[in-house]
């Protein structure tokens, strides 16, 4: 039996993950015309939109086929699909333009909330996989605003050594954020690439492990999928690495 239009994304997106392309088109028309007005923010031209809007579908509902992507509200992910995307296609220099300002009353103003909603969980739920040393640290320096003179007396370190420890921890955030977008893989050969995989996206891993990661990328298209996404989420992230020119980067496989 069909799901019904009026069933939640979780449903139509567990069915497109089992086969039925039936369900990416149920999607389209629920979330393609919310979408439209988001992308309205950016691109002038009706053409645009529409460029933009069928684009960003096709890499998601992709990867959703791939086993990746969300499992309960697919907004948020087209949103953020389709920012990384707008991005892409500026310094491309392609036909898309970016507004100087994002007008206050846009009309995806509740989808912006929605994303930022999004966000927030996947930053906590990475925040709480870090060691308890660099959760204290990013607590103390971020959360409640301490400079390292101010927290180096509880934590029993230099000044000095508290920047560096935050340091360490900010980076190790991002590499954890990036790790907690990564969905379990069908296939057991996928598992150990895929637990290093936000290390790898960041370019955190030693060489040969690194090297070992891109192999495997290279002769798996799910986990492709999977590092194409985790690319684009990185390039939103402050402090990313420049495309590296290196072998096994995810800028080479997915580009």
């Not at 900010?170 to 790790?179: P, T, V």
């Amino acid at each position: 039996m069909e799901p019904a239009d009026d069933e939640p994304d979780a449903v139509l997106l567990a069915a497109l993950r089992a086969g039925d392309l039936e369900a990416a088109g149920r999607l389209f028309r629920r979330h393609a015309e919310p979408l439209r007005r988001t992308a309205g923010a950016w691109a002038r031209q009706p053409a645009e939109r529409d460029d933009l809007v069928a684009e960003t579908f096709a890499r998601v509902l992709t990867i959703v086929r791939a086993g990746g992507g969300p499992r309960e509200d697919l907004r948020p992910y087209l949103v953020v699909t389709l920012r990384n995307l707008v991005s892409r296609w500026s310094r491309q220099r392609s036909r898309v333009e970016l507004r100087a300002t994002v007008p206050e009353a846009a009309a995806g103003g509740a989808d912006e909330l929605a994303l930022l909603r999004s966000n927030a969980r996947l930053v906590w739920s990475a925040y709480c996989t870090l060691p308890g040393r660099w959760r204290t640290v990013l607590w103390r320096t971020e959360a409640e605003g301490g400079t390292p003179t101010e927290v180096a007396p509880s934590l029993g370190l230099s000044p000095n050594s508290v920047a560096a420890l935050a340091m360490r921890a900010r980076e190790g955030l991002r590499q954890a954020y990036l790790q907690v977008q990564v969905p379990e893989p069908d296939d057991p050969a996928c598992g150990e690439p895929r637990r290093r995989m936000g290390a790898w996206v960041r370019g955190a891993l030693p060489p040969r492990r690194a090297n070992a990661v891109a192999e495997h990328v290279a002769g798996c298209p799910a986990c492709r999928l999977v590092v194409r996404g985790l690319d684009e989420a990185n390039r939103e992230l402050p402090g990313s690495p420049a495309d590296r020119q290196l072998p096994g980067s995810a800028a080479q496989l997915t580009g």
